[in-house]
């Protein structure tokens, strides 16, 4: 077996055990940022069909990528960075199979989004992204913001399917046991369900990156993004 699929069945089989424990189930998206098509194609074929990005000139290079476009034809693509405005109709238009924008972080996006995929009547899957360490630097919607967000989207916003709440956590906490950005995103998704009646089981949480998804796992999330150790280290 391939080095990188051996490095996706480890962390496939790790992914299995912790949610077995939960009974949750747990998607895995392979972030693949910086890394060749070759390897998205080997995974590919070893199984995986997430993959994630964080550049819309990269998510678009790849996914119209020849050798994906023939051998990879149920790939899923997400997307995982910040969303400029100017690349909106260049996501929307030009990625095949975009499957969602785990990303949106204003009432202002939702509403770009919207208004061109009710153009090409498309819809299309989208997470909250939250700000949960409050780092000034670090994009997604406040948290005493998110729920005025969902409720416009819910109601303004009929082509956007918010699955769920995504978060990236603070950078400053990853080789620790702080688990205070995971637990701001559980709570996040209590509010939303108290608020809209709706069961804990239909809200995503999207938590948990190389050195911490088997934690996330452990407090609830449903999926993981996970680059380096399938991948190695990026440089
Ligand atoms: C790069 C990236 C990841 C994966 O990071 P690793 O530490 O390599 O697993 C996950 N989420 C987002 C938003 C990223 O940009």
């Known amino acids: 077996m391939s080095k990188l699929a051996d490095n996706l069945n480890?962390?496939?089989?790790?992914?299995?055990?912790?949610?077995?424990?939960?009974?949750?189930?747990v998607r895995l998206i392979a972030i693949s940022k910086t890394?060749?098509?070759?390897?998205?194609?080997?995974?590919?074929?070893?199984?995986?069909?997430?993959?994630g990005e964080n550049y819309v000139d990269e998510l678009e290079k790849k996914s119209?990528?020849?050798?994906?476009?023939?051998?990879?034809?149920?790939?899923?693509w997400h997307f995982v960075g910040h969303l400029q405005s100017n690349k909106i109709n260049r996501i929307l238009t030009r990625v095949p199979n975009l499957d969602c924008i785990q990303t949106i972080d204003s009432i202002e996006l939702a509403d770009r989004l919207n208004n061109n995929l009710q153009k090409q009547s498309k819809t299309l899957n989208i997470l909250i992204?939250?700000?949960?360490?409050?780092?000034?630097?670090?994009?997604?919607?406040?948290?005493?913001?998110?729920?005025?967000?969902?409720?416009?989207?819910?109601?303004?916003?009929?082509?956007?399917?918010?699955?769920?709440?995504?978060?990236?956590?603070?950078?400053?906490?990853?080789?620790?046991?702080?688990?205070?950005?995971?637990?701001?995103?559980?709570?996040?998704?209590?509010?939303?369900?108290?608020?809209?009646?709706?069961s804990i089981n239909d809200i995503e949480l999207s938590m948990g990156m190389s050195n911490d998804y088997e934690r996330a796992i452990?407090?609830?999330?449903?999926?993981?993004?996970?680059?380096?150790?399938?991948?190695?280290?990026?440089?």
């Open 10 to 25: 480890t962390i496939l089989q790790r992914i299995k055990e912790l949610s077995e424990l939960n009974q949750t189930s």
């Open 35 to 51: 890394k060749p098509v070759e390897d998205i194609i080997e995974l590919y074929h070893a199984g995986q069909r997430y993959f």
């Open 64 to 76: 119209n990528d020849n050798l994906i476009l023939t051998q990879c034809s149920d790939i899923r």
């Open 129 to 198: 992204q939250i700000n949960t360490s409050n780092e000034q630097q670090k994009s997604g919607i406040e948290q005493k913001d998110f729920l005025s967000l969902y409720e416009h989207i819910k109601l303004n916003c009929k082509q956007l399917i918010c699955q769920g709440l995504m978060t990236i956590g603070s950078l400053d906490n990853v080789n620790t046991e702080d688990e205070s950005d995971f637990q701001v995103l559980i709570q996040c998704r209590k509010e939303l369900c108290d608020k809209y009646n709706l």
């Open 218 to 235: 452990q407090v609830g999330s449903t999926i993981v993004r996970v680059g380096s150790l399938i991948f190695g280290v990026r440089h």
